[in-house]
């Protein structure tokens, strides 16, 4: 892995959450493994009781729905409902929340193989509901708690790779 950044933006109404991070592996590898909603268990921290509660998901399609169960705040757990809205298979697939914690959640994955390996690319843009004391609440939780998980996740992505290569 090298050179991951992760920043969280925020224009009105709207935060985007963008992240990183060059994959030592090829497209087929990244795509096999992040177009699995099963893996989400791997690269998510233990602390948020990440569990899918849908039947299990095989690989990725349009129009998919997935739902969860997942701690959003200390000791507050959330079910959460996404479909798969776009997949273009090994280059890209969006994600989109049909129901959860969020009041608007749209995540974009993207994948472009590179000498170096795979460049993985996340867009998060996303509102939270409540309005000024959802403000306060995304200062004072949520984008730590964002920015946690992004970084658990590059980490869990290297060990996984580092498992795969052995």
Do not use: C
Not at 150 to 163: D, H, Q, S, V
């Amino acid at each position: 892995m090298k050179g991951a950044k992760i920043y969280i933006n925020h224009h009105p109404g709207i935060y985007t959450l963008e992240a990183w991070q060059t994959l030592e592996t090829g497209i087929d590898e990244a795509w096999e493994f992040f177009s699995n909603p099963a893996n989400l268990s791997r690269i998510t921290p233990s602390f948020m009781g990440f569990r899918i509660t849908s039947v299990r998901p095989g690989p990725m399609y349009e129009g998919q729905i997935i739902s969860y169960r997942i701690g959003i705040l200390p000791f507050i757990k959330s079910s959460w409902v996404t479909e798969i809205t776009r997949v273009k298979k090994g280059s890209y697939f969006i994600d989109e929340q049909r129901s959860g914690p969020y009041k608007i959640w749209h995540h974009e994955h993207h994948f472009m193989e590179t000498e170096n390996g795979v460049e993985m690319y996340d867009r998060v843009s996303y509102s939270i509901p409540l309005g000024i004391a959802g403000r306060i609440i995304h200062y004072l939780f949520i984008k730590k708690r964002l920015m946690e998980i992004f970084t658990y996740r590059e980490k869990a992505i290297i060990e996984y790779l580092g498992e795969m290569e052995k």
